[in-house]
Antibody, heavy 118, light 107 residues
Framework: QITVKESGPTLVKPTQTLTLTCTFS??????????VGWIRQPPGKAPEWLAL???????RYSPSLRSRLTITKDTSKNQVVLTMTNMDPVDTATYYC??????????WGQGTLVTVSS | EIVLTQSPGTLSLSPGETATLSCRAS???????LAWYQQKPGQSPRLLIY???SRATGIPDRFSGSGSGTDFTLTISRLEPEDSAVYYC????????FGGGTKVEIK
């Protein structure tokens, strides 16, 4: 059974860097066709795609946020890490990671709410 | 970049009726990589439809998807109270976009 779970700080200050970890089970990121991605969803708004990484270390980023994002994987730990620099209050959102069976996102974590405030 | 526009913003229907949700893309969606998700308050999105018309595992046949190119439709037949949720379309692949959502209310 595939599970994914997000973890990280619930509160960050403006200008700080956010680091989120997606820990998963039930699949391996060394398997062809598998990926993990991140989206976020501000309260009451639609989801917004952030980044994804595939089994072969191919990485894709949202064009509008590319300069602030870095996604990496640690296959041995079954984890994917997303960093977002220069956080701003408008980045307050629930952040989700998801399993990708190329090219489809078919399973999501429960999400983690990140609030940006001084 | 593709822009996905969903309509209507809100749909208010009675149990047993049929809901028709629209998702229009600003340019053709490659390979019909178009999915529909259901999201209830406090929950993560749930995959309903992928490839524009294929139902995900465990999804009742009351949910059906159709369309290709730039125009896509999610149809929910025989509405039940549990179908009350926000529905999002998503273009997936090497680039990902979401529509703004349609809220379905059951009277």
């Amino acid at each position: 059974q595939i599970t994914v779970k997000e973890s990280g700080p619930t509160l960050v200050k403006p200008t700080q860097t956010l680091t989120l970890t997606c820990t998963f089970s039930g699949f391996s990121l060394s398997t062809s066709g598998v990926g993990v991605g991140w989206i976020r969803q501000p309260p009451g708004k639609a989801p917004e795609w952030l980044a994804l990484i595939y089994w072969n270390d191919d990485k894709r980023y949202s064009p509008s946020l590319r300069s602030r994002l870095t996604i990496t994987k640690d296959t041995s730990k079954n984890q994917v890490v997303l960093t977002m620099t220069n956080m701003d209050p408008v980045d307050t959102a629930t952040y989700y990671c998801g399993h990708i069976s190329y090219p489809l996102w078919d399973r999501w974590g429960q999400g983690t709410l990140v609030t940006v405030s001084s | 970049e593709i822009v996905l526009t969903q309509s209507p913003g809100t749909l208010s229907l009675s149990p047993g009726e049929t809901a028709t949700l629209s998702c229009r893309a600003s340019q053709s969606v490659s390979n019909n990589y178009l999915a529909w998700y259901q999201q209830k308050p406090g929950q993560s999105p749930r995959l309903l439809i992928y490839g524009a018309s294929s139902r995900a595992t465990g999804i009742p046949d009351r949910f059906s998807g159709s369309g290709s190119g730039t125009d896509f439709t999610l149809t929910i037949s025989r509405l039940e109270p549990e179908d009350s949720a926000v529905y999002y379309c998503q273009q997936y692949g090497d680039s990902v976009r979401f529509g703004g959502g349609t809220k379905v209310e059951i009277k």
